[in-house]
């Protein structure tokens, strides 16, 4: 079955600093991989996929993240953290029963501070 | 365009009450998810509908939730009777038409209490 695992539940950094936040995946094929970004009392948003085109993924707001498979890894970074960058971080593969759900992981804190 | 719109979207309740939000996808969009998301932890798939069917229910606890999207349309989740476990906050998502690589847009959510 397919499933990512994020290490470190909570990430802090200082603003401008770079972010960097771990994504391991398994999975028996070649997999679609999910970064979100979700804020207090919000929904998820769509930071970038994976979908086989390109191994560095280029995302929203200076995000981006290299799929490796030979780490199995989709590792989410940014070069330069903002005060505004601070939320939860979803890594998640497509899975389940019908093959397009998501499966996500726990998540990652991203903590900024000035 | 007009986002996923989930209500309401806080709920108070005590056990072994019954309670049910409602979604309304992105107009167009055929697949529609509902995914269970408790405090800590990651979302988790409940039930994925395909226009009016449901092709994953394989999470669902049966014995208390249901869920429906009559007209392949709106949908709404219900829970009967609800447990202290089922606090969390509930997810809506949809998709244009449920390719693995379409992206999922989701609600705000619903977040429910169970005193």
């Known amino acids: 079955a397919q499933s990512v695992t994020q290490l470190g539940s909570h990430v802090s950094v200082s603003e401008g600093a770079l972010v960097l936040l771990r994504c391991n995946y398994s999975?028996?094929?070649?997999?679609?991989l999910f970064w979100y970004v979700q804020y207090p009392n919000q929904g998820l948003q769509l930071l970038l996929k994976?979908?086989?085109?390109?191994?560095l993924v280029k995302g929203i707001n200076g995000f981006e993240a290299e799929f490796k498979k030979s780490e199995t890894s989709f590792h989410l970074t940014k070069p330069s953290a903002h005060m505004s960058d601070a939320a939860e971080y979803f890594c998640a593969v497509i899975g389940g029963q019908a093959g397009t759900a998501l499966i996500f992981g726990k998540g990652t804190t991203l903590s900024v501070s000035s | 365009e007009a986002g996923v719109a989930q209500s309401p979207r806080y709920k108070i309740i005590e056990k072994r009450q019954s309670v049910a939000f409602w979604c309304n996808p992105i107009?167009?969009?055929?697949?529609l998810y509902w995914y269970q998301q408790i405090l800590g932890q990651g979302p988790k798939l409940l039930i994925q509908f395909q226009n009016n069917g449901v092709v994953d229910d394989s999470q669902l606890p049966k014995d208390r939730f249901s869920a429906e999207r009559l007209k392949g349309v709106d949908s709404t989740l219900k829970i009967q009777p609800a447990k202290l476990e089922d606090s969390a906050v509930y997810l809506c998502a949809s998709s244009r038409d449920g390719n693995s690589n379409q992206p999922q847009h989701f609600g705000d959510g619903t977040r429910l209490s169970i005193l």
């Open positions: 107009s167009g969009h055929a697949t």
């Open positions: 999975s028996s094929v070649p997999p679609y």
């Open positions: 994976y979908t086989s085109a390109a191994t």
